[in-house]
């Protein structure tokens, strides 16, 4: 097993920027494909990106491409989300996730289901 815990959230205005942490409990973490998701409210869980285990490569949802990037330190056991440009639309809780040696590619891949460890979140508000 493994714990999450999120933290550097927080309100900007449109256009500012954040950086999200996932800190992990575990040392193997660097064996852990690790996403960020949001859920703003009345809507569902969406994924934002991911840090896959196997080659260190990164996925993005079309709606953060070009502003946010996902980054690990598996040294430190962390996995950052810098996100800039924000808009008003990127209001949600976020949340990090992680699934043990889970390599995938294709539709579906990052779906919420398939990770099994979460964080509790950490909530962004961008206001316009």
């Known amino acids: 097993q493994v714990q999450l815990v999120e933290s550097g959230g927080g309100s900007v205005q449109a256009g500012g920027s954040l950086r999200l942490s996932c800190a992990a409990s575990?040392?193997?973490?660097?064996?852990?494909?690790v996403g960020w998701f949001r859920q703003a409210p009345g809507k569902e869980r969406e994924f934002v990106a991911a840090?896959?285990?196997?080659?260190?490569?990164?996925v993005y949802a079309d709606s953060v491409k070009g502003r946010f990037t996902i980054s690990r330190d598996n040294d430190k056991n962390t996995v950052y989300l810098q996100m800039n440009s924000l808009k008003s639309e990127d209001t949600a809780v976020y949340y990090c996730a992680a699934e043990l040696y889970y390599t995938c590619s294709g539709p579906g891949c990052f779906d919420w289901e398939k990770f099994d460890y979460w964080g509790q979140g950490t909530q962004v508000t961008v206001s316009s």
């Open positions: 840090s896959l285990w196997s080659d260190g490569s990164t």
């Open positions: 575990r040392r193997t973490f660097s064996s852990y494909t």
